[in-house]
């Protein structure tokens, strides 16, 4: 079976740009988390969603935005880019969602802001 | 505000001892708590996860020791190897749901 695919793996933007990162789950999951990790605040929760619809949200401002299709891949949105959106972004997916299902994580994408 | 926090934030141990991580929560709601591993490169990777309802659970060479009483619970890596050389993050979820609160990760260095 194969593993959670994001792409692209690296990406470098400019402050004020937007970026869409996608999230491919594991064949027959249908739940997707955002994960952003840096070294200074570690892994922080953005949201997840589960069949199409999201049902848990972080901390982080509006200009992060995300959505899943039918098939359930998923994709993330920044807008307006700051210098501190620099980081690693993960997904997760899951069978049924539940937090004791278990999470598999992508490789992530590396993105620099400049 | 970090919901769970972990230490050491490094740890270097040498082969075939013992590697303890440890975390403390506030949020008595919380009750779930995995530990990941993470390798350079790749992302993380669920390692063993308890209830607050049990004390102890083994894996192997990995076990977590819960205690509820003083919102902590710890990862013991036993015959620790060069191969278990990674980052280890532990977290907490509530009710169900799909979203964790992680620590900020602990650098384990095996020593051959």
């Known amino acids: 079976k194969a593993g959670v695919t994001q792409t692209p793996r690296y990406l470098i933007k400019t402050r004020g740009q937007q970026v869409t990162l996608s999230c491919s789950p594991i064949?027959?999951?249908?739940?997707v988390s955002w994960y952003q990790q840096t070294p200074g605040q570690g892994l922080q929760f953005l949201f997840e969603?589960?069949?199409?619809?999201?049902?848990n949200k972080g901390n982080f401002p509006g200009r992060f935005s995300g959505r899943q299709f039918s098939n359930s891949r998923s994709e993330m949105n920044v807008s307006t880019l700051e210098l501190g959106d620099s980081a690693l972004y993960l997904c997760?997916?899951?069978?049924?969602?539940?937090?004791?299902?278990?999470?598999?994580f992508g490789p992530g994408t590396r993105l620099t802001v400049l | 505000q970090q919901q769970v926090k972990q230490s050491p934030q490094s740890l270097i141990v040498q082969k075939g001892g013992i590697s303890i991580i440890n975390c403390a929560y506030e949020?008595?709601?919380?009750?779930?708590f995995p530990w990941y591993q993470q390798f350079p490169g790749k992302g993380p990777a669920l390692l063993i996860a308890?209830?607050?309802?049990?004390s102890e659970k083994k894996e192997g060479r990995f076990t977590i020791s819960f205690n509820k009483s003083a919102k902590q619970f710890s990862l013991h890596i036993m015959d620790s190897q060069p191969g278990d050389s990674a980052t280890y993050f532990c977290?907490?979820?509530?009710?169900?749901?799909?979203?964790?609160?992680f620590g900020s990760g602990t650098k384990l260095n095996v020593k051959p």
């Open positions: 969603y589960f069949s199409e619809t999201q049902r």
């Open positions: 997760a997916s899951s069978s049924s969602g539940t937090s004791t299902d278990t999470q598999y």
């Open positions: 064949s027959g999951h249908r739940s």
């Open positions: 977290a907490a979820s509530k009710g169900n749901f799909n979203k964790f609160y």
């Open positions: 308890i209830r607050p309802d049990v």
């Open positions: 949020n008595t709601a919380f009750d779930y």
